[in-house]
């Protein structure tokens, strides 16, 4: 395959998408983590526009645990056409040993511990501000 047979037209929005159901986020939970001026409906737009500006691109590429070039490059139809022309009925994987370089089950029980982390510090700073009212009541 040429360079030219590669379809160079990438939709980042759509990438963003992909990567964050891949990862079981919800638009929701994105724009939790992009902060008070974010919700569910910009998440939407966001991910139905073809170009994202850099520095929400990097913001989300941090939050999804990717690099910015990974969602400004990913190609799914180009990567279906390299599988569909590799492989086929007669196909033998010679001496091809795909290991990636990290597990995905241990991603998500990474981004689980993270999670449960963050909503550990939040109920106990929580409970340390209703300690601090108690007392100002009280005194």
Partial sequence: MTNTDMPNKVHEGRNIKRFREMLGIKQ???AFE???DWNQKKVSLLEQKETIEVDILEQV????????EAIQKFNEDYAVQI?????NDQSVLNG?????TFNPIDKIVQLYNEKVE?????LKEKNEMIDRLSDLKKG
């Fill in 83 to 87: 599988i569909s022309n590799t492989f």
């Fill in 61 to 68: 590429a941090k939050i999804l645990k990717v690099t910015p």
């Fill in 28 to 30: 929701e939970g994105l």
């Fill in 118 to 122: 963050l909503y550990e510090r939040m």
């Fill in 96 to 100: 091809y040993n795909f290991q990636p």
């Fill in 34 to 36: 992009l902060g008070e």
